[in-house]
C-alpha cells in the first residue's frame, strides 16, 4: 500500500518536473526575441551617444569607414529600397499569376510538378543566387544595356524577385484556394468565364490573404543578404539609378564584418546601428502581415 | 434576366470573352515558368562552369592562393562540424517546446498565445539579426570568439523556430484517438507522449527537421557577421576552432575578380548542392521506410 502511493507521488512529481522543463524550453525562445532587442539596443545606444540620432536617421552621405566620417543612413536605406522595389515588380505579378494559374486553371499533374520545383527553387542558398546574379544575369542584361556597370542594383533585384517568387506564389495560391467554390459557382452561373470569375470574384476575396503574402514578401527582400553583397556593389549612395553600383543595409554589415574592425569601436557599433533599422523595419512588415493573415483567415473560417 | 432565347451575345463579345480567359490563362503559363527556367538556367550555369574543377584533389585540398591548386576540404569538413553542432542543440530543445505548445498548454491561455506569435516573428526575422545577436552574444559576450561553438548557437536559434514549426504540424497530425486509447489503459501525459505520440509522428518530425537543417547549411550571412574566417587552412578539430563552411567559401571566391576563382566557386556550389541533394534524399527516404515500418 505504502510502495504504490509513494510510486504515485514520484510519478506526478516527474510528470510535474517533465511539463516545466518543456515549458522552459518554449519560453525560451521569448529570451532569443529579448536577446536580439537587447544586444542591437545596446550597441545602437552607445552609438548614438556619439553620433547624433538626426545625423544617423536624415544624413545623406554614410562614410564610417573612411577618415572624413559620416553617419547618414539614407544612402543604405535607399539601396535596400531600390533593390526591393526591383524585386517587387518582378515577384508581385510573376507570382500572383502563377498562384492564378495553379489555383483556378492547371490540372493536377501540373501543380504536382510545379509545386515541388517551386520549394527547391527556395531552397537554392542565397549564394548560389549571388553567383548566379553576378556572372550569369548581369553580363546578359550588359549585352543590351550597355550603360549597366559590373556592380548595380537592377540584377540583384531582379535575381532576388525571382527567389521571392515561389513565396508570394505559394502563399498567394493558399489564399485563392481558401476562398469557397460557391463563390466561384455563383459567377459562373451568371456567365462569368473563368478570367471573370478569377479576377473579379476570387482575386478580392483573397485579397487580404494576397496582400500578406506580399508584405511577407518586402520585408524578406529587405533581409536577405547575399545577392545584394555579392551583385550591388559597396558603394553607398544616394541614388534612384539602377544601372550603378550602391550599397544595401545588410551588405554594408557583412562588409563591416568580413573586415578586422575592432569591437567597441563606433565603426564596429555602425552594424548594430544599421542592424536596428532592419529589425525594425522587418518586424513591423511581419506583424502587419500576420495581421492581414489573421484577418483573412476570420473572414473564411 | 430575361426569358427570350435571343438574348444570348452576340458572338464576337463571346470571342473577346475567351480571349480574356486564354490570355490569363497563357500569362500565368509564362509566370509559371520564369521560375522554372530561372532554376534551370541557374543550374546549367553553375554545371557548365564549375564541373571541369570538380576532382578528389579538389574536395581533399585546402584553400590556396593559386585558383588550381585550392580545394574545398576545410569549408566541407567545416560545415559537416557547424551543421552537427547545430542538430544536436536545436533538435532536443524545439522538439520539447512544440510538445509543450501542442501537447501541454492551454491553447487560449496567454502565455502559449504569446509564445506562439513570439515563436511566428521570429521565424520571419532576417538571417543576418541573427549573426548580429550571435555576435554581441556568443562571441563577444560569453567570450567564445568565432568559434564552432559559437557558429552552431547562432545557427541553432536561427533554424528553432522552423523546428518548432515543423514538429508542431508532425504532433498535429497524430490522431487523438491514440492519446485517449493510451490514457484508458492508465498511462499517464508524459508516458503518452513518450511511448505513443512520439513515435508515431516521428517520422514527419524527422523530414522536419532535416529540411530545417538544409536551410541552415546555405546560410552565408549570420556566420559571416559573427567572424567566421574566409581563409581557413586546416579543418576544425574541437568546438573551439575557427572554422568556415562552404557558403562562405563560395562568396570569398566569387569576389575574387580573376575567372580560375569563379570556377572554384561554382565547383564549390556544386559540392553545396550535393549536400543538400544527399540531406533531402536521406529525409525522403527515411520518412517513406518508417511509415512503411510503421503500418
Request: aromatic share 8%; charged share 15%.
Amino acid at each position: 500500500m505504502m510502495s504504490r502511493s509513494m510510486r504515485g507521488r514520484a510519478r506526478r512529481l516527474t510528470e510535474f518536473v517533465i511539463e516545466r522543463l518543456l515549458f522552459v524550453c518554449a519560453a525560451g525562445s521569448i529570451l532569443v526575441t529579448a536577446g536580439i532587442i537587447l544586444v542591437l539596443a545596446f550597441e545602437t545606444f552607445e552609438f548614438l551617444r556619439e553620433v547624433p540620432i538626426t545625423e544617423f536617421l536624415f544624413g545623406t552621405v554614410w562614410t564610417p569607414l573612411f577618415s572624413d566620417k559620416h553617419f547618414g543612413i539614407l544612402p543604405l536605406a535607399a539601396g535596400t529600397l531600390l533593390i526591393a522595389s526591383i524585386a517587387m515588380i518582378v515577384a508581385l505579378p510573376s507570382g500572383l499569376l502563377t498562384a492564378i494559374y495553379l489555383s483556378e486553371y492547371a490540372p493536377p499533374g501540373i501543380r504536382r510538378i510545379v509545386r515541388p520545383t517551386m520549394e527547391v527553387l527556395a531552397g537554392v542558398p542565397t549564394v548560389v543566387y549571388g553567383y548566379f546574379a553576378l556572372l550569369f544575369v548581369t553580363p546578359i542584361l550588359q549585352s543590351f544595356l550597355p550603360g549597366l556597370s559590373g556592380f548595380n542594383a537592377l540584377t540583384p533585384g531582379i535575381v532576388m524577385g525571382i527567389m521571392i517568387l515561389p513565396l508570394v506564389s505559394s502563399l498567394s495560391e493558399d489564399a485563392l484556394r481558401s476562398v469557397p467554390n460557391g463563390l466561384r459557382e455563383g459567377a459562373y452561373a451568371l456567365g462569368a468565364t473563368r478570367m471573370q470569375a478569377a479576377l473579379r470574384v476570387v482575386v478580392p476575396a483573397a485579397l487580404s490573404g494576397i496582400s500578406a503574402a506580399a508584405v511577407l514578401a518586402v520585408s524578406r527582400a529587405i533581409g536577405e543578404t547575399m545577392i545584394v553583397a555579392i551583385a550591388a556593389g559597396q558603394q553607398p549612395r544616394l541614388t534612384l539609378d539602377p544601372r550603378v553600383p550602391i550599397e544595401a543595409m545588410t551588405a554594408y554589415i557583412v562588409q563591416v564584418a568580413l573586415g578586422d574592425t575592432p569591437a567597441g569601436s563606433l565603426e564596429y557599433r555602425t552594424i548594430f546601428a544599421v542592424g536596428m533599422m532592419l529589425f525594425i523595419s522587418t518586424f513591423t512588415l511581419n506583424l502587419i502581415s500576420n495581421w492581414l493573415r489573421e484577418r483573412f483567415r476570420e473572414e473564411y473560417a | 434576366m430575361t426569358s427570350r432565347v435571343d438574348a444570348i451575345p452576340p458572338v464576337r463579345t463571346e470571342i473577346v470573352r475567351h480571349l480574356g480567359d486564354r490570355l490569363l490563362a497563357g500569362f500565368g503559363i509564362l509566370a509559371t515558368l520564369l521560375g522554372l527556367v530561372t532554376l534551370g538556367a541557374l543550374l546549367f550555369d553553375v554545371f557548365r562552369d564549375g564541373f571541369g574543377r570538380l576532382s578528389w584533389q579538389f574536395l581533399t585540398s585546402f584553400p590556396s592562393r593559386r585558383a588550381s591548386d585550392a580545394g574545398i576540404y576545410a569549408a566541407l569538413i567545416g560545415s559537416l562540424y557547424v551543421i552537427a553542432l547545430t542538430a544536436v542543440i536545436a533538435i532536443p530543445v524545439g522538439i520539447a517546446a512544440a510538445l509543450y505548445l501542442e501537447e501541454y498548454a492551454n491553447r487560449r491561455g496567454r502565455v502559449a498565445r504569446l509564445i506562439e506569435i513570439n515563436i511566428a516573428n521570429l521565424a520571419g526575422v532576417p538571417s543576418i539579426i541573427y549573426g548580429l545577436l550571435g555576435l554581441g552574444l556568443f562571441v563577444r559576450w560569453m567570450r567564445m570568439g568565432p568559434s564552432v561553438l559559437a557558429g552552431a548557437s547562432t545557427l541553432a536559434l536561427l533554424v528553432l523556430p522552423v523546428v518548432i514549426l515543423a514538429t508542431r504540424e508532425a504532433l498535429r497530425a497524430v490522431p487523438g484517438t491514440l492519446r485517449e486509447g493510451s490514457y484508458a489503459l492508465g498511462a499517464t501525459k508524459w508516458q503518452t507522449t513518450w511511448h505513443q505520440v512520439l513515435p508515431a509522428a516521428f517520422p514527419s518530425i524527422l523530414t522536419g527537421l532535416i529540411l530545417a537543417l538544409s536551410r541552415a547549411i546555405g546560410e552565408t550571412a549570420p556566420l559571416i557577421t559573427i567572424g567566421a574566417l574566409t581563409y581557413v587552412p586546416f579543418a576544425p578539430n574541437s568546438i573551439w576552432s575557427p572554422f568556415t563552411v562552404l557558403p562562405i567559401q563560395v562568396f570569398n571566391w566569387v569576389s575574387r575578380p580573376q575567372a580560375a576563382f569563379a570556377e572554384n566557386a561554382a565547383a564549390g556550389i556544386i559540392v553545396l548542392l550535393a549536400v543538400l541533394l544527399i540531406m533531402n534524399g536521406t529525409a525522403i527516404a527515411l520518412r517513406d521506410r518508417l511509415q512503411k515500418w510503421r503500418l
